[in-house]
């Protein structure tokens, strides 16, 4: 069975990359992982980590309301992902702000013929006091067990799309979709990815936006409504390792300016370069402000983004090569 994702011209212009993790994302495929028999071993630090909370607080309620939205397998409600939820915070308004109709209309579908629970069906209803319930347990599963993990998904996340511009500038858009997961296949026009179903979806012009998940396991995973902006959640196949820096740069540069340089063999914005290295996004623009000054970066402003990369001298100084 598969997702055949049909593109028109417009759709491969429009095709985008998420900028980082998306934290609802994560969490709904965290969900998975949870109820999974057999996780991968790369996931069993998080769990352990898991059965550390779970025996220091009381986590039952919380998971217990969760994973009856997000079942092992199968889909869940939509309005769990929206777009734009680059921090629990915001992806927590976002939730707030789904109108009532539209949570009936999806927690009908969600549970089918099946009766619900008092509780969806205040939910359903748009009831307040359940919607805060709803609030508290994200915010308390994010802040115990997911939060712990940011690093290492941002890490990842992020290797991804370091890797992603690479492709999209030696080869375009029919590059990025070639290589985006040996789960996904892409002859022009259509992007087919393993799937539980058979499933077609159509852009229509509206692009679609990739986004790389480090709990995504195997199989990629796309909103169930066809009329919201069309997303491809897909595993994040690159973990990265570490930072490649030759032994005398630190004493050079400094340690984090070094790691600073040695990030940017792949160009990256501030922002990114910053979760790269591990610092705030200040820190980071200041030391692309000095390695710039001497001539081993070059920075361009590309809309509200300013995009950094490695000069030739960079390169050079990196691989301990001097003309």
Not at 101 to 130: C, I, Q, V
Not at 216 to 242: E, M, N
Not at 295 to 300: F, K, M, P, V, W
Request: charged share 25%; aromatic share 6%.
């Amino acid at each position: 069975m598969a997702l055949r994702i049909h593109f028109t011209a417009d759709d491969l212009a429009r095709t985008t990359v998420a900028v980082g993790p998306d934290i609802m994302w994560e969490l709904v495929n965290s969900l998975h992982v949870l109820q999974s028999r057999r996780a991968a071993s790369e996931y069993a630090p998080w769990l352990r980590h898991v059965r550390d909370r779970f025996t220091r607080r009381d986590l039952r309620g919380p998971v217990r309301l969760l994973t009856a939205l997000v079942p092992p397998k199968g889909g869940f409600p939509d309005f769990l992902t929206p777009p734009g939820g680059d921090s629990i915070g915001t992806s927590l308004d976002l939730i707030r702000a789904t109108p009532a109709a539209r949570l009936r209309t999806e927690l009908d579908r969600h549970f089918g013929p099946r009766t619900p629970p008092p509780w969806f069906r205040r939910l359903a209803e748009g009831d307040r006091a359940a919607r805060q319930e709803l609030d508290n347990a994200v915010g308390t599963y994010f802040r115990e067990l997911l939060a712990p993990q940011l690093s290492l998904i941002n890490d990842s996340v992020h290797t991804d799309r370091a890797h992603y511009s690479r492709d999209v500038l030696d080869g375009g858009t029919e590059r990025l979709l070639n290589t985006v997961s040996p789960s996904i296949t892409w002859e022009y026009p259509t992007l087919t990815a393993d799937y539980p179903r058979d499933r077609d979806l159509h852009l229509r012009g509206r692009g679609i936006s990739l986004v790389p998940s480090f709990f995504c396991t195997s199989r990629p995973v796309t909103l169930i409504d066809p009329g919201l902006p069309p997303v491809l959640v897909h595993p994040a196949a690159r973990h990265p390792g570490p930072l490649d820096t030759p032994a005398s740069l630190p004493e050079l540069l400094g340690r984090t300016r070094a790691m600073a340089l040695s990030a940017l063999t792949t160009p990256c914005s501030t922002g990114e370069l910053a979760l790269r290295i591990g610092v705030s996004i200040g820190t980071a623009s200041k030391h692309a402000s000095v390695l710039r000054g001497t001539g081993l970066i070059t920075s361009t402003r590309r809309g509200h983004t300013v995009l950094h990369a490695l000069t030739p001298l960079g390169r050079e100084l990196l691989g301990g090569r001097r003309r």
